[in-house]
């Protein structure tokens, strides 16, 4: 007997709860487009933040390539001049730059792909929040009574109709649909 005793008082805890919520969607939603705002938040400095990236690595990156325009001609001039014991060094340096610019477009590439991941995804984010929004707008709207809407219960005495008042609406109606013909 006790183990069903504790068994319908855990079903009516749990059915207490779910009732618990129902009676406060409005609660619900509010707390759930302000967790979305949040994530959005993040995402979008996340976003920011690979971009801000992305431009230092172009930056770095032509900035290699100028370096490597250099090596090039530093080693032009010492071939040039047949000096090999010069040429060695810029050879060196020309190696390592080429090596860094590859590194550098590698984690471009990288970056460019994360982020092309991440924009439509943020912006398939903000369509959802944008609807939770409207949702909760359109929550609002019904809950809060609006005095130009009809009242469903009437609360007078039905309006009493005259037979006269029908017979001059029907001859109104005659004379209009055959001024129309």
Known sequence: MALITRL???LRADLHAVLDRLE??????????????????????????LERELQRLRERESEQERVLEQ??????????????DLARPVIRRRLETEGRLEALRTRRR????????????LAERESRLADLRARAAIQDAESEPDS????????????????AEVEVALLQAKRRREARS
């Open 8 to 10: 319908s008082r855990l």
């Open 24 to 49: 406060a969607p409005e609660l619900v939603l509010a707390q759930a487009i302000r967790e979305m705002e949040q994530t959005l938040d993040l995402e979008r400095r996340q976003l920011h933040r």
């Open 148 to 163: 130009t809407d009809f009242d469903p219960v009437w609360t007078g005495a039905d309006p009493r109709i005259w037979d």
């Open 71 to 84: 090596n090039g001609q530093a080693l032009d001039d010492c071939l040039a001049a047949e000096r090999e």
């Open 110 to 121: 990288e970056a460019e792909t994360e982020q092309a991941r991440r924009v439509p995804f």
